[in-house]
C-alpha cells in the first residue's frame, strides 16, 4: 500500500512538467483562440472583449498560476471554444465511450494473443505456427486507419454485417437490453481494429516465451509424469511466460490512447479522440490542457498497474 | 554479418520490400511523371490500363499520387531518422564512454524524452504551429532518439573496457578521436536496427497526421490521400487500398529488416525464439 502511495506521489513532477511543456506551447503558437472564436479581420473591440473575458491578456505566469490554482481545487476552468461549458464535464462525457473501446481492445489483445501464441508455441515452426507468425507480422505493420477503411468497405459496405458509424442507431431510441446490444453492435469493428496490432505483438510474445519455457526441464517432467498437454502448457509453462506479455500489454496502453484518435475518426466514435482533433483545431487551451492531463493520468495508472500484476503473478518480485 | 543477414529469408524479403520503396521514393519524378495534384481525367474511375489505380474525387491518378505520396513519406522518414541518429549516437557515445555524472545526467534527460506521448504532441505541435514538414521532421527528429541513445549507451558501455579501447587510450588517442575511429563502428549496427525500427514507427506517425488533416496541404502524402478517399468508401474501395499498400508495404519492409539484424545481433529476443537443439547449451533464463 505504501509502494503504491509512493509511486503515485512519484508521477506528478511528471505530470506538472507535461503540463508547464504544454500550457508555453500552446502559448506559444501563433494565434489564439479569439481568432479561432471570432474569426479575423472584425471588430477590434470585441477582440479586446473577447481576451479580457477569457484573461488572455493577463500576463503569462499570472495566467498559468489561475490555472494551477484552480486545478489544484479539482477544477479544469472552461473550455473556451464549447460553449463556455467546464472542460471537465465535456471529456467525462465523452470518457466513457473511449474507455469502452480501449478496455475491449485490451481485453480481445490479451485473451486473442495468448491463445492464439500458445496454439503456436505447440509446434514451433510447423504450418499452423508458420501461418499464425507470419500473419502476427504482417498485421502489426498495417496503419490502424487503413485497416478501419478496409473493414468498413468490406464487412460494413458490401456485407451489410456491422453498422458504420457511431456508437448507437440514431433513428431507433433503444433502452434496457436493446440499448446495449446497439452498442456492442457498433462497438466490434472498432475495438477489433484497434485491437489489431496488439492481438498480433502479444501472440508473438506469448508464442516466443512458451516456446523457451516448453523446451525446460520441469516441463519435460511435467510431461513425464504423464500430466495432458493442455495442463502442462496452461498451468504450468504459460504463468512463467506471461511475465513479457504483461510488460508489452501495460507498454502499450499509452499507445492504445493514441491510436484510438485515428479510429474514433474513422469510425465516427463518440469518444475523446473526435474531442482532441476539435480542440487542437480550435486552439482551445483549457480543452487541450485537460485532455493531455487525462490522459497521462490514466497511462500513469496502467503503468502502475502493469507493476502490481507482475508481483501478483510472480512471487519473487516484491516491492517495498 | 552481412552474409548472416543475406541468410534469414524474412530479412531479405523486408530488405528487397524496401529497396523498392525506396526506388520509387528517389525516382517518383522518372516513374509517374507530371503534377500529382493535378486533374488527368474524369473522375472517380475504377483501375484500368489508363491509370493502373484508377482516379480520385478530382479526377487525379491516383498511381501518381501514390508514388509521390511515397516520396514524400520517405522523405520525412530520411530526415527524422538522420537527426535522431546523430542526436542518439552522441549521446550514447558520450553517455557510455565518458560515464559518472554526465551519464547519469544525459539518461535523465534520455527518460523524460521516453515518456513524451509523442503522437499526442504532435497533433499539439502541427495543429497549432501549422502543417509543414518542417515543423513534423523537427518535431519527430528532436523527440525520437531515446531508444536509440539508450542501446547505443548500452553497447559503447561495454566497448570503453575491451582491450583495443585500452590500447588506443594507452598510445596517447584523445577521446574524441577513440569515439570515432573505435566506438562509432561498432555501435553503428545496432543503432541501424533501431533506425529502421523508428522508421517504421515515422511513417504511420505522419500518415495518421495527414489522415486527420493535420498533413503538409502542399504535397501528397500516403495519409492524406486515405483520409480524401474516407467520404467515398462505398464507391470507390481503389482510393482507400493502394495508398494504404503503399505505407503496408513500406512498414513491412523496415519492420522485417530490422527484425532480422535484431535476432543476429540477440539470438535470445522475442523473434528469434526458438527451441533448443540439444540440452547441452545452456540458456540465460528468460526473465
Known sequence: ?320 | MVRRFLRSPSGVFGGALFLVVAVVALLAGTIAPGDPLASAGASLQSPSLDHVMGTDNFGRDLFRAVVHGTRTSMTVVAAVVAMSLVIGMVVGMVSGYVGGVVDSVLMRVTEMFQSVPRFFLAILVVGLFGSGLDNLVLLLGLTSWDLLARVVRAESLSLRKREFVDAARSMGASPVRILLRHILPNVLPSAVVVASLLGSRVILIEAALAFIGLGDPNAVSLGSLLDNAQQFLSVAWWMSAFPGIAIAVAVLGLNLMGDAVNDLLNPLSVTAARPRRSYKGVLAPAK
Open chain 1, 1 to 320: 500500500m505504501g509502494y503504491v502511495v509512493r509511486r503515485l506521489l512519484q508521477t506528478l513532477p511528471t505530470i506538472a512538467a507535461i503540463l508547464v511543456i504544454a500550457f508555453l506551447m500552446v502559448q506559444l503558437a501563433p494565434g489564439d483562440a479569439v481568432d479561432a472564436l471570432a474569426g479575423g479581420g472584425g471588430d477590434e473591440a470585441y477582440y479586446d472583449y473577447l481576451r479580457s473575458y477569457l484573461q488572455l491578456d493577463r500576463p503569462l505566469p499570472e495566467q498559468f498560476l489561475s490555472y494551477a490554482g484552480h486545478l489544484l481545487r479539482g477544477d479544469m476552468s472552461i473550455s473556451f471554444v464549447q460553449g463556455g461549458r467546464p472542460v471537465a464535464e465535456l471529456i467525462a462525457q465523452r470518457l466513457p465511450a473511449t474507455l469502452l473501446l480501449i478496455s475491449t481492445a485490451l481485453l480481445i489483445a490479451t485473451a486473442g494473443g495468448l491463445v492464439l501464441g500458445s496454439l503456436a508455441a505447440r509446434r514451433p515452426f510447423g504450418a499452423f505456427d508458420m501461418g499464425i507468425t507470419t500473419t502476427a507480422l504482417v498485421s502489426y505493420s498495417l496503419p490502424a486507419f487503413w485497416l478501419a477503411q478496409l473493414a468498413l468497405i468490406t464487412l460494413a459496405f458490401r456485407l451489410g454485417l456491422f453498422p458504420v458509424q457511431g456508437m448507437t442507431d440514431a433513428r431507433a431510441d433503444y433502452t434496457g437490453l436493446a440499448h446495449y446490444l446497439d452498442v456492442g453492435r457498433h462497438l466490434v469493428l472498432p475495438a477489433l481494429v484497434l485491437a489489431t496490432s496488439d492481438l498480433a505483438l502479444v501472440t508473438r510474445v506469448t508464442r516466443a516465451g512458451l516456446v523457451q519455457e516448453l523446451d525446460r526441464d520441469y516441463v519435460r517432467t511435467a510431461k513425464g509424469l504423464g500430466l495432458r498437454e493442455r495442463d502442462v502448457v496452461v498451468r504450468h509453462a504459460l504463468p512463467n511466460a506471461l511475465l513479457p506479455v504483461v510488460t508489452v500489454i501495460g507498454n502499450r496502453i499509452g499507445l492504445l490512447f493514441t491510436v484510438t484518435v485515428v479510429v474514433e475518426t474513422v469510425f465516427g466514435w463518440p469518444g475523446l479522440g473526435t474531442l482532441l482533433l476539435q480542440a487542437a483545431q480550435t486552439r482551445d487551451r483549457p480543452l487541450l490542457l485537460g485532455m493531455m492531463l487525462v490522459v497521462a493520468a490514466f497511462v500513469t495508472l496502467a503503468n502502475l498497474a502493469t507493476d502490481l500484476i507482475y508481483a501478483w503473478i510472480d512471487p519473487r518480485i516484491r516491492f517495498d
